[in-house]
């Protein structure tokens, strides 16, 4: 094998990278995870590549103090980011899988 096949392999193999990375990223747009903390009172919708799209408060929380609802926004949107994170892990771990690199060298891209 001589080094233009290397290259142009290499080429290739970075091309179909680059896309299988821009289709993951275009799945996780449309993805939706869910977040909440209290207990289910404070609830968040956000997509996999971290836009907030509804929070939503149980009526029953808005009698209580500012700084306690603040703070259970605060944590279910912190819960949807560890899962949005999860999931665009795995994705975009999958779309470097099938790329026929050795074991490992995947995880570098």
């Known amino acids: 094998m001589n080094i233009n096949m290397l290259m142009q392999q290499a080429q290739r193999m ?3 990278m680059e896309e ?3 289709k993951a990223k275009a799945e996780l747009a449309q993805t ?4 909440e903390a209290g207990s289910g009172l404070v609830k968040v919708t956000m997509t ?3 836009v907030v799209k ?3 408060i149980n009526p029953d929380l808005l009698q209580d103090d500012a700084d306690m609802i603040e703070d259970l926004i605060a944590a279910a949107v912190n819960d949807a980011v560890r899962q949005a994170e999860a999931v665009a892990d795995e994705r975009l771990k999958n779309a470097n ?3 026929g690199l050795p074991p490992g060298l995947a995880g570098l891209f």
């Open 14 to 16: 970075q091309k179909d």
């Open 20 to 22: 299988n990375v821009k």
């Open 32 to 35: 939706e995870v869910h977040g």
């Open 48 to 50: 996999g590549r971290f």
């Open 54 to 56: 509804r929070i939503e």
């Open 97 to 99: 899988n099938n790329m």
